[in-house]
């Protein structure tokens, strides 16, 4: 390839046009040669060097030479010669006298050439006072001095800025490494705290390329150190841990330049949609999602590296810095001691002598709330023993019986557990654990890898039970009283250990729960509820989010799977930690609200005996006798009431509460009469929705035409309640929420109304525009698979679609249903990331369940219908 600074820029004076021409010229070769094996290190040189040619020559186009006291110099990324395909190119003009008009004109039309380019600039005008004023108030400012590089004008203002910034006085250094931590501190907590997000950004996660820059830049202040290699000579990292960041930084880098290269754009996000891109151009290789795998697996694993090392060096460098804060070690016992709030190890080879002093390590961190951290010395030592130690932990009794003491420990999950994650201690200390690192989940449902994500259902079972958010007050009752919180512990360690296997892992995961309970010397009892649990730990959000939950059938189902109230108790509590677990938005009020009523309804089945259902007549009842006392305060006539009553089957004062009966029914007094819809809007305070209810006379693709106008003003349904009246009404519900999943706005409500008012009276409708499907949708395929149930009612056909969640799906449903003059009798509505789970009661339109060759052909219908959609570019 061309060096950086020959062969591209014109001999002429370079304009916009010539400029764009070198510009792209020096892109592609530095393309060429990237996929020709260049290192990343001489590609970010050379294009260091073409754009130092570049403001060379702009410099004297511009005359700035006239001005004797300016100086132009690169700072940040440029000022270390670190120039990715799209990184931001930092430029610093300092003048030690004041900035006149003329000489801020030439800057405008200097900066105007610059962006005409299409070069992402970040450019400061300063004279040297305000460049060390503004370095005052912000570090990250005063950062990008430190990484100062001169490039044109005045010799002698740069030495002058440069010995300024370089002074103890500019900065101190006690003062710059707690603003550079607090720093990172701040970055790290905005990205979750965590190295495994599945959509991670390469520069800013904790443990990418930000973390090594921090680790030089306070190294640069501190102690004049200028690159990876003077950590080593300088003794703030082992040679070898010096060779293992650079190897760190020289794969971030390489990763980081085919994301630009892939996407080119300045943008460092490794989204699902750029992540096959990326691992084709670094030469990864495979059927399917392996290539990703492949490359994510060796992504986190540098990312944890870097992690540790970035640890080692700045707890070695606080100690440097911060001398007298360095306290003697306090002994604790024979093989550890404590230096301030950290813990260390007294023989620097017992980890590798005597394995089971790992685990009394977490124990101790676990049970003494003192401590914060592991000293630098002990994390070294763990490094070591994990990469000496050829088997796995749980094979000594002596290990199991220690892990035993600390899985018993409610703080485990908080400080134990993360830890020995963090330093890859769990997966030393069991294999089923090492399987699940940094594992992939190719879905918009999920945030985090598998291991990550089961950390984070740990966490939320000890801050659910230790917090006193209201919101989880169910949760600590039923969390109360389990007799044996552990259990609850291991199983959800092992709720998704078998991921990544094939096939059904909650299937796979129960007999490696039940294995490890049986070796850590659980009883038979205990041993088979863990399995038990882990086997059915998606099996109540099923039912409350996919099934029909008002129905005693469904319930009834659901209590003999489950058999008793004490595994019902560790069955709730693990399926909230865990819906909770998965993203940031996924639990809701909604959801809340579904499991609340399952657990006390199936609690209530378990207490009354299974042989003794629920009166269904005196549920009914209840309702109406509640709904009445309502209407009638409001002065309505109970003969008025119970004529609209009349014609309502029982399973609608099921479904509904008192006060949605009341609101429903007053309504349709008022409505009394009329020909047209009725068509109403609520608030769903269980859902933070709208609600949206339809009295009108029931007509073949009413279904389908309310949907269709929803999915046209790109409204999400979350539910629907389908209810039909012995005099041929529909009475149904939908509950939608806008694109940010909140409430529409009020002023939306009358347009929507007349929309649907519209839609039910025309002769024919077809939503005229619904939105295209998103980029990031079309990387997720989900074939689409329609499943027909058991029903103890014969003469409904229940089933569910599983598909992925294209914008308009139900409207697309509905019209399946409406070509086949399909009665809907109920539907529920289930999201979850990209995939839609949506389930469904009909009938044919003579009111009989589905012949068999008729399932078959909804089934060839749906699929053919929803498969096409999903498959279009």
Same mark, same amino acid.
């Given at each position: 390839?061309?060096?950086?600074?020959?062969?591209?820029?014109? &001999?002429?004076?370079?304009?916009?046009?010539?400029?764009?021409?070198?510009?792209?010229?020096?892109?592609?070769?530095?393309?060429?040669?990237?996929? =020709?094996?260049?290192?990343?290190?001489?590609?970010?040189?050379?294009?260091?060097?073409?754009?130092?040619?570049?403001?060379?020559?702009?410099?004297?186009?511009?005359?700035?030479?006239?001005?004797?006291?300016?100086?132009?110099?690169?700072?940040?990324?440029?000022?270390?010669?670190?120039?990715?395909?799209?990184?931001?190119?930092?430029?610093?003009?300092?003048?030690?006298?004041?900035?006149?008009?003329?000489?801020?004109?030439?800057?405008?039309?200097?900066?105007?050439?610059?962006? &005409?380019?299409?070069?992402?600039?970040?450019?400061?005008?300063?004279?040297?006072?305000?460049? /060390?004023?503004?370095?005052?108030?912000?570090?990250?400012?005063?950062?990008?001095? %430190?990484?100062?590089?001169?490039?044109?004008?005045?010799?002698?203002?740069?030495?002058?800025?440069?010995?300024?910034?370089?002074?103890?006085?500019?900065?101190?250094?006690?003062?710059?490494?707690?603003?550079?931590?607090?720093?990172?501190?701040?970055?790290?907590?905005?990205?979750? &705290?965590?190295?495994?997000?599945?959509?991670?950004?390469?520069?800013?996660?904790?443990?990418?390329?930000?973390?090594?820059?921090?680790?030089?830049?306070?190294?640069?202040?501190?102690?004049?150190?200028?690159?990876?290699?003077?950590?080593?000579?300088?003794?703030?990292?082992?040679?070898?841990?010096?060779?293992?960041?650079?190897?760190?930084?020289?794969?971030?880098?390489?990763?980081?330049?085919?994301?630009?290269?892939?996407?080119?754009?300045? #943008?460092?996000?490794?989204?699902? !949609?750029?992540?096959?891109?990326?691992?084709?151009?670094?030469?990864?290789?495979?059927?399917?999602?392996?290539?990703?795998?492949?490359?994510?697996?060796?992504?986190?694993?540098?990312?944890?590296?870097?992690?540790?090392?970035?640890?080692?060096?700045? @707890?070695?460098?606080?100690?440097?810095?911060?001398?007298?804060?360095?306290?003697?070690?306090?002994?604790?016992?024979?093989?550890?001691?404590?230096?301030?709030?950290?813990?260390?190890?007294?023989?620097?080879?017992?980890?590798?002598?005597?394995?089971?002093?790992?685990?009394? %390590?977490?124990?101790?961190?676990?049970?003494?709330?003192?401590?914060?951290?592991?000293?630098?010395?002990?994390?070294?030592?763990?490094?070591?023993?994990?990469?000496?130690?050829?088997?796995?932990?749980?094979?000594?009794?002596?290990?199991? #019986?220690?892990? $035993?003491?600390?899985? *018993?420990?409610?703080?485990?999950?908080?400080?134990?557990?993360?830890?020995?994650?963090?330093?890859?201690?769990?997966?030393?200390?069991?294999?089923?654990?090492?399987?699940?690192?940094?594992?992939?989940?190719?879905?918009?449902?999920?945030?985090?890898?598998?291991?990550?994500?089961?950390?984070?259902?740990?966490?939320?079972?000890? *801050?659910?039970?230790?917090?006193?958010?209201?919101? /989880?007050?169910?949760?600590?009752?039923?969390?109360?009283?389990?007799?044996?919180?552990?259990?609850?512990?291991?199983?959800?360690?092992?709720?998704?250990?078998?991921?990544?296997?094939?096939?059904?892992?909650?299937?796979?995961?129960?007999?490696?729960?039940?294995?490890?309970?049986?070796?850590?010397?659980?009883?038979?009892?205990?041993?088979?509820?863990?399995?038990?649990?882990?086997?059915?730990?998606?099996?109540?959000?099923?039912?409350?989010?996919?099934?029909?939950?008002?129905?005693?059938?469904?319930?009834?189902?659901?209590?003999?799977?489950?058999?008793?109230?004490?595994?019902?108790?560790?069955?709730?509590?693990?399926?909230?930690? !865990?819906?909770?677990?998965?993203?940031?938005?996924?639990?809701?009020?909604?959801?809340?609200?579904?499991?609340?009523?399952?657990?006390?309804?199936?609690?209530?089945?378990?207490?009354?005996?299974?042989?003794?259902?629920?009166?269904?007549?005196?549920?009914?009842?209840?309702?109406? $006798?509640? =709904?009445?006392?309502?209407?009638?305060?409001?002065?309505?006539?109970?003969?008025?009431?119970?004529?609209?009553?009349?014609?309502?089957?029982?399973?609608?004062?099921?479904?509904?509460?008192?006060?949605?009966? =009341?609101?429903?029914? @007053?309504?349709?007094?008022?409505?009394?009469?009329? &020909?047209?819809?009725?068509?109403?809007?609520?608030?769903?305070?269980?859902?933070?929705?709208?609600?949206?209810?339809?009295?009108?006379?029931?007509?073949?693709?009413?279904?389908?035409?309310?949907?269709?106008?929803?999915?046209? $003003?790109?409204?999400?349904?979350?539910?629907?309640?389908?209810?039909?009246?012995?005099?041929?009404?529909?009475? #149904?519900?939908?509950?939608?929420?806008?694109?940010?999943?909140?409430?529409?706005?009020?002023?939306?409500?009358?347009?929507?109304?007349?929309?649907?008012?519209?839609?039910?009276?025309?002769?024919?409708? $077809?939503?005229?525009?619904?939105?295209?499907?998103?980029?990031?949708?079309?990387?997720?395929?989900?074939?689409?698979?329609?499943?027909?149930?058991?029903?103890?009612?014969?003469?409904?056909?229940?089933?569910?679609?599983?598909? %992925?969640?294209?914008?308009?799906?139900?409207?697309?449903?509905?019209?399946?249903?409406?070509?086949?003059? %399909?009665?809907?009798?109920?539907?529920?509505?289930?999201?979850?990331?990209?995939?839609?789970?949506? /389930?469904?009661?009909?009938? !044919?339109?003579?009111?009989?369940?589905?012949? @068999?060759?008729?399932?078959?052909?909804?089934?060839?219908?749906?699929?053919?219908?929803?498969?096409?959609?999903?498959?279009?570019?």
């Amino acid at each position: 390839m061309n060096n950086g600074n020959t062969g591209f820029w014109p &001999d002429s004076e370079i304009t916009m046009q010539n400029g764009r021409e070198a510009i792209a010229k020096q892109f592609e070769d530095m393309k060429e040669a990237f996929f =020709a094996g260049v290192t990343v290190n001489e590609l970010v040189l050379n294009r260091s060097m073409f754009i130092d040619e570049l403001m060379l020559r702009l410099y004297r186009q511009f005359n700035f030479n006239e001005y004797k006291t300016l100086s132009l110099v690169a700072v940040g990324g440029y000022g270390r010669s670190d120039l990715q395909p799209h990184s931001d190119i930092d430029i610093l003009l300092i003048s030690r006298e004041p900035i006149t008009e003329a000489l801020n004109e030439q800057i405008s039309k200097f900066t105007s050439l610059l962006w &005409d380019l299409r070069l992402d600039i970040g450019q400061s005008v300063r004279t040297l006072e305000e460049c /060390f004023e503004e370095g005052a108030k912000d570090v990250t400012i005063a950062t990008n001095y %430190l990484e100062s590089r001169f490039l044109a004008g005045s010799e002698e203002t740069y030495d002058m800025f440069k010995s300024r910034v370089e002074s103890d006085m500019f900065w101190p250094i006690t003062d710059f490494y707690r603003a550079k931590m607090a720093e990172q501190n701040a970055r790290h907590s905005s990205h979750k &705290d965590t190295i495994y997000m599945l959509e991670p950004d390469l520069k800013n996660n904790p443990g990418g390329l930000r973390d090594i820059q921090n680790i030089l830049w306070i190294a640069h202040k501190g102690f004049g150190i200028t690159g990876l290699r003077e950590l080593y000579t300088n003794g703030l990292l082992t040679r070898m841990e010096y060779l293992e960041l650079k190897e760190c930084q020289d794969f971030l880098w390489r990763m980081r330049f085919a994301l630009h290269l892939s996407i080119n754009k300045p #943008d460092n996000r490794l989204t699902f !949609d750029r992540q096959q891109k990326v691992a084709t151009y670094l030469g990864y290789t495979g059927e399917g999602n392996t290539p990703v795998e492949t490359l994510m697996k060796r992504f986190y694993q540098t990312l944890h590296r870097v992690v540790e090392l970035n640890e080692i060096s700045m @707890q070695l460098m606080y100690e440097k810095i911060f001398p007298e804060r360095v306290i003697e070690g306090k002994i604790f016992n024979q093989y550890f001691l404590f230096r301030d709030n950290l813990i260390d190890v007294i023989d620097p080879k017992i980890f590798v002598t005597r394995p089971q002093i790992i685990l009394e %390590l977490f124990l101790i961190l676990t049970e003494r709330e003192e401590l914060t951290g592991i000293h630098v010395n002990c994390i070294r030592y763990l490094r070591n023993a994990r990469r000496s130690i050829n088997y796995h932990l749980y094979e000594r009794s002596e290990c199991r #019986d220690t892990f $035993k003491r600390i899985i *018993s420990h409610p703080r485990a999950l908080v400080v134990a557990l993360p830890i020995m994650h963090k330093h890859h201690i769990l997966s030393l200390y069991m294999p089923h654990w090492e399987n699940i690192v940094g594992l992939m989940q190719f879905d918009m449902f999920h945030t985090y890898t598998v291991d990550e994500h089961t950390m984070r259902v740990l966490r939320n079972i000890y *801050s659910f039970t230790h917090e006193k958010d209201s919101e /989880f007050s169910l949760f600590r009752q039923i969390y109360s009283h389990i007799s044996m919180p552990e259990l609850l512990f291991i199983a959800a360690l092992f709720h998704d250990i078998a991921k990544g296997q094939g096939g059904h892992h909650a299937e796979l995961g129960a007999p490696e729960a039940l294995y490890f309970c049986q070796l850590h010397g659980y009883n038979r009892y205990e041993s088979k509820l863990v399995a038990w649990v882990v086997r059915n730990h998606l099996y109540m959000s099923m039912v409350a989010q996919r099934r029909d939950i008002s129905s005693p059938e469904v319930v009834a189902e659901f209590a003999r799977r489950v058999g008793d109230e004490n595994l019902l108790n560790y069955l709730y509590c693990l399926t909230v930690a !865990d819906i909770c677990g998965t993203n940031d938005t996924e639990w809701n009020s909604y959801k809340d609200t579904l499991l609340r009523t399952l657990y006390f309804e199936a609690r209530d089945a378990l207490r009354k005996g299974l042989e003794n259902p629920p009166d269904l007549s005196l549920h009914v009842r209840e309702n109406q $006798k509640r =709904a009445m006392e309502i209407l009638t305060a409001m002065g309505n006539n109970p003969l008025d009431i119970f004529k609209i009553w009349t014609n309502l089957r029982p399973e609608y004062f099921i479904r509904y509460l008192p006060e949605q009966i =009341a609101w429903h029914t @007053q309504n349709i007094i008022n409505h009394s009469g009329e &020909d047209r819809p009725l068509v109403l809007f609520g608030q769903n305070k269980a859902t933070n929705g709208t609600e949206l209810f339809v009295y009108a006379k029931n007509s073949n693709g009413l279904f389908a035409r309310v949907t269709g106008v929803l999915a046209e $003003k790109n409204l999400n349904v979350l539910a629907s309640i389908i209810s039909n009246t012995s005099n041929n009404y529909a009475l #149904d519900t939908f509950t939608f929420v806008d694109n940010n999943d909140s409430q529409i706005d009020f002023d939306r409500i009358p347009v929507i109304r007349k929309a649907i008012s519209t839609a039910l009276a025309a002769s024919e409708f $077809k939503p005229s525009r619904i939105k295209p499907m998103s980029q990031k949708l079309k990387q997720f395929k989900h074939p689409t698979i329609v499943t027909f149930l058991d029903d103890s009612n014969k003469s409904v056909t229940s089933f569910e679609i599983s598909t %992925l969640d294209i914008p308009g799906l139900l409207a697309k449903i509905a019209g399946v249903f409406s070509d086949n003059e %399909l009665v809907i009798h109920a539907a529920k509505i289930t999201t979850t990331g990209e995939r839609a789970d949506d /389930f469904f009661t009909v009938t !044919d339109k003579n009111g009989n369940a589905i012949s @068999q060759q008729g399932k078959e052909s909804l089934r060839e219908q749906l699929v053919s219908k929803l498969d096409a959609v999903n498959s279009e570019d």
